[in-house]
């Protein structure tokens, strides 16, 4: 299921198989994901979701595919093809992966430093920038322990922006925060998807998120060891291929065992 052929793709997955060692988590899933739009990855625990996303990141060789991304495939490139394929993307890891030991301006700079030569004045004034595009204007100084989780997140898709990336993948973006915290991550994820034109890419199971901010869903399954659904979320809801897609949609509990006799 899903659709690799696109003529405004900015991503195309074609025919990826992935596992550890003999176990194949998924395999052949093709899909594409267009410039601009906000594609979210869902399904059950141990479906591959993070797996995915890892492949499609390139810290992850497949077992067999391609991912290609702005034309590229990051599976197989190397050297300065793949640091050009890199500095597209920015990533935004589960828990956040932030430098307990750095300020939030250091954090932010960490991307510049790696793969540019620019001056420290103009790292800190970009760094700076981000910053205050995830509303974080003032806590420049501040250290990952003085701040709250939801801070944090917004803190690391700033530094997943520091090199203005086409696109930005996203891990579990609201783990760990609660309903309110995680609404306005939500809209701060709208809000930026809206404002600079990137493409995200986000990995989650939170139903409010995925009604919130996806404009199109893959649906993975353990069973199927691939795509069994694709659409937006009120097509899944409203429309489901499956009984587990009804049931993850409506957040249906499967039907109780027979009592013994």
């Not at 299921?1 to 690799?4: K, T, Y």
């Not at 030569?117 to 003085?146: T, W």
């Given at each position: 299921?899903?659709?690799?052929r696109?003529?405004?793709?900015?991503?195309?997955?074609?025919d990826?198989?992935?596992?550890?060692?003999?176990?194949l988590?998924?395999?052949?899933?093709?899909?594409?994901?267009?410039?601009?739009?906000?594609?979210?990855?869902?399904?059950?625990?141990?479906?591959?979701?993070?797996?995915l996303?890892?492949?499609?990141?390139?810290?992850?060789?497949?077992?067999?595919?391609?991912?290609?991304?702005?034309?590229?495939?990051?599976?197989?490139?190397e050297?300065?093809?793949?640091?050009a394929?890199l500095?597209?993307?920015?990533?935004?890891?589960?828990a956040?992966?932030?430098?307990?030991?750095?300020?939030?301006?250091?954090?932010?700079?960490?991307?510049?430093?790696?793969?540019t030569?620019?001056?420290?004045?103009?790292?800190?004034?970009?760094?700076?920038?981000?910053?205050?595009?995830?509303?974080?204007?003032?806590?420049?100084?501040?250290?990952?322990?003085?701040?709250s989780?939801g801070?944090?997140?917004?803190?690391?898709?700033?530094?997943?922006?520091?090199?203005?990336?086409?696109?930005?993948?996203?891990?579990?973006?609201?783990?760990?925060?609660?309903?309110?915290?995680?609404?306005?991550?939500?809209?701060?994820?709208?809000?930026?998807?809206r404002?600079?034109?990137v493409?995200f890419?986000?990995?989650?199971?939170?139903?409010?998120?995925?009604?919130?901010?996806a404009?199109?869903?893959i649906?993975?399954d353990?069973?199927?060891?691939?795509?069994?659904?694709?659409?937006s979320?009120?097509?899944?809801?409203?429309?489901?291929?499956?009984?587990?897609?009804?049931?993850?949609?409506?957040?249906?509990?499967?039907?109780a065992?027979?009592?013994?006799?």
């Open positions: 299921m899903g659709d690799a696109g003529g405004d793709a900015i991503i195309r997955v074609e990826l198989s992935a596992g550890y060692g003999e176990r988590l998924f395999e052949r899933v093709s899909f594409a994901v267009k410039r601009g739009e906000v594609f979210v990855i869902l399904g059950g625990s141990g479906s591959g979701k993070s797996t996303l890892k492949h499609m990141i390139g810290l992850y060789r497949p077992a067999a595919g391609h991912v290609w991304i702005d034309g590229a495939d990051i599976a197989s490139a050297g300065a093809e793949r640091l394929i500095r597209k993307i920015g990533v935004m890891y589960q956040g992966a932030l430098f307990g030991s750095m300020t939030l301006l250091e954090n932010v700079r960490l991307p510049m430093e790696e793969f030569e620019l001056p420290d004045e103009a790292m800190d004034a970009i760094a700076a920038s981000k910053l205050k595009l995830v509303q974080l204007e003032g806590f420049e100084r501040f250290y990952p322990a003085e701040i989780g801070m944090a997140k917004r803190a690391a898709i700033a530094r997943a922006m520091a090199l203005d990336p086409a696109i930005l993948f996203l891990d579990e973006p609201s783990a760990g925060l609660d309903p309110i915290t995680s609404a306005e991550l939500d809209q701060t994820i709208l809000r930026l998807a404002t600079l034109a493409t890419v986000v990995v989650t199971h939170e139903l409010p998120s995925i009604f919130t901010i404009d199109r869903v649906m993975l353990q069973r199927a060891r691939g795509i069994i659904a694709s659409g979320p009120a097509q899944l809801r409203d429309h489901p291929t499956s009984d587990f897609v009804r049931r993850f949609f409506r957040r249906e509990a499967d039907a065992p027979a009592a013994p006799a």
